[in-house]
């Protein structure tokens, strides 16, 4: 059966609860205080049989009271089409038109029109009523909808009601939404004895089972679905646009207050920020700096506007705006709101959301707000623009379907196709991040930059790395670092990185460097005396001097001294051609002119070279077999 909600709208004391319970035998009014002072205090619930058994209606009765319009619009945020309720013997009230203001920002389209009371007034004063109606109709959510004569005590018009309300009941559809996880607003939650904690709700999208697990929001906290009722009923599951009872394991009453939302287990997160396009009722008008309340399916927050585009726009009027909220909600890409004014309270408008997850802006960035896409109008293009947004860290397939409001397998396609398009890149980690191009674009361009301040001897890895990559996409390092080795942008050497077309030791700093390393011989400066001796910048020294040990030009001597190469090479020839198999310290030192702290490391040095050979208090030199290359 296909299900349908109908909520009920109108003035206080026009009927609504008497005719839902005319229509369907059930009393919405369960509260003493309801009883006592003849008014509804809060949502009401009930069951509407469809003779042909192709339908499961329910209705939502909701209060007329002007103090309790944000109950209203709780109920409201979760129907199909609206019953209408005019008392034929008042006409159309304040609230009657505050309600069918609200029914028009929740994008609610259709209903009927009970004209109820009928029996109080004469027939001349009835069709008076009915053109007023029909006049006060026209242009709105309501317009076209049939009106009914009707009374709840005498029973009149009450056939000719059902099958207005059967017969627009019958031309809802409702979406197939494949990748929606199941979303329900709480909008009662009490507890039952032997049941636990159970809420009450319109199931927005999806398919809830016993058993399943499901993630509270704003409040997250995880709950298991021990029970699923449908109109009092247990059932083994319940689907979008079906009024809900969920008996909950893991929750209590407290956490699970009115306005709580609950949703498959997903990478779902509240958020404190939304991004409108807003529509403004009459009269109304808005400012940057204003406080309103938001009322978002069954939940209700204060909210300040921040952002207004166009800033000057007459009442009434359309346009964008980004709100900072006072508590965090969730929200996705298309949920409707209704605004409202603080104080004095009155409805101001509403709107769609465009993104949970705005930009900030300053306020001469405002006309920016113009460029948010709608995310259901062009799913490939707003994906490419959060991943833009994401920077050079990328976005994850998961947070972005999350955005959207749809599990992974939502966006899968639009991303494939970005990607083949070349728009966007993979890089795999764990979970695999999807990045720009021009994020790429930029770092390429910020590697060349490096690259050429570095001169010919470039700069070790890990320092070229920090150079290049933003601290917030240290994930994808590795990525950007195969991406600059694919475009030909660098090269390494011995751990450095340098310019695809770099030449070593082009670069005349590093030729001064390795000429002084000469010239010093055995006296083995360090890098620091180095570079006071050139007035050079020392870390430049260092940096040159590590790549020229890595280049084989120079060699670093017990770990502490920097030598030419050429010259420990000199000493290795000698020892070739000193003829004897073995010495001693002492006459090593007497040999080349060395005290016996810089004696010992060189030794050491040619032992690790296999140029000789330690034993015992004396060195060995090893011959090299016949038509090989002597060792160092």
């Known amino acids: 059966m296909r299900a349908v909600v109908f909520g009920t709208a109108g003035h206080i004391d026009h009927g609504k609860t ?186 927005h999208w999806g398919r809830v089972r016993e058993g399943d697990e499901l993630l509270s929001l704003p409040g997250r906290v995880s709950v ?112 409707r709101v209704v605004l409202r004014r603080v104080s004095p309270t009155f409805t101001l408008g509403g709107g769609e959301v465009l993104d949970g997850q705005p930009p900030r802006l300053r306020r001469r960035e405002a006309g920016a707000l113009a460029e948010l896409p709608r995310p259901w109008l062009d799913l490939p293009a707003t994906l490419l623009r959060w991943v833009a947004q994401a920077g050079p860290g990328g976005a994850t397939a998961a947070s972005l379907a999350a955005r959207v409001g749809v599990r992974e397998a939502g966006v899968e396609a639009a991303l494939g196709r970005l990607v083949a398009e070349g728009a966007l890149l993979v890089a795999q980690v764990r979970p695999p991040l999807l990045v720009h191009r021009e994020e790429v674009a930029r770092i390429r361009e910020r590697a060349r930059e490096v690259l050429a301040l570095s001169g010919s001897v470039g700069l070790p890895l890990a320092e070229f790395l920090a150079r290049v990559v933003p601290g917030d996409a240290q994930r994808v390092r590795e990525f950007y670092l195969q991406e600059l080795r694919r475009s030909g942008l660098l090269r390494e050497v011995a751990g450095r990185v340098l310019a695809g077309d770099a030449e070593p030791l082009a670069d005349a700093l590093a030729a001064r460097v390795e000429e002084h390393y000469r010239e010093a011989g055995f006296e083995a400066p360090s890098p620091e005396a180095v570079a006071a001796a050139l007035g050079a910048d020392p870390r430049v020294v260092q940096g040159i001097a590590r790549f020229l040990v890595d280049q084989k030009r120079l060699a670093r001597v017990g770990g502490k001294w920097v030598m030419h190469r050429g010259l420990l090479e000199e000493v290795a020839a000698s020892l070739q051609a000193w003829g004897v198999e073995s010495f001693e310290v002492g006459a090593f030192k007497e040999r080349f002119g060395l005290t016996r702290k810089l004696a010992i490391p060189i030794l050491e040095w040619m032992d690790s070279q296999r140029v000789t050979r330690r034993e015992g208090d004396r060195r060995r030199i090893v011959r090299p077999r016949a038509g090989t290359i002597p060792p160092a």
């Open 224 to 335: 298991r679905v021990r029970g699923v009722q449908v109109h009092g009923e247990g059932r083994p599951e319940a689907e979008a646009g079906e009024r809900v009872a969920l008996r909950l394991a893991g929750a209590s009453v407290q956490e699970l207050p009115r306005g709580e939302q609950l949703l498959s287990s997903g990478a779902w997160w509240p958020t404190q920020w939304l991004a409108l396009a807003v529509r403004l009722l009459g009269d109304a008008t808005l400012a940057e700096g204003d406080r309103i309340w938001l009322h978002l399916l069954a939940a209700r927050v204060l909210a300040r506007v921040e952002r207004l585009h166009p800033a000057d726009r007459a009442a009434g009027g359309s346009g964008r705006a980004i709100l900072r909220l006072a508590r965090p909600v969730f929200a996705v890409p298309g949920d």
């Open 18 to 203: 008497s005719l839902v319970k005319a229509l369907t035998g059930v009393d919405c009014d369960r509260l003493p205080e309801e009883k006592r002072r003849g008014i509804t205090l809060v949502l009401g619930f009930a069951p509407f049989p469809d003779p042909g058994g192709e339908l499961e209606l329910s209705f939502i009765d909701v209060p007329g009271h002007e103090r309790l319009v944000h109950t209203m619009i709780a109920g409201a945020a979760g129907i199909d089409r609206a019953l209408l309720v005019v008392a034929a013997d008042e006409g159309v009230m304040p609230q009657t038109r505050e309600h069918l203001d609200i029914l028009e920002v929740l994008g609610v389209r259709g209903g009927v029109v009970a004209l109820t009371k009928a029996d109080l007034v004469d027939s001349s004063a009835l069709e008076a009523r009915r053109q007023e109606l029909l006049a006060a109709l026209a242009l709105g959510p309501l317009a076209g909808a049939p009106v009914v004569p009707c009374s709840a005590a005498t029973g009149t018009g009450l056939g000719l009601l059902r099958e207005a309300i059967l017969e627009c009941a019958s031309g809802v559809t409702r979406e197939e939404e494949p990748h929606r996880p199941f979303r329900l607003a709480v909008d009662r939650v009490f507890t039952l004895p032997g049941a636990g904690t159970v809420v009450t709700g319109t199931a």
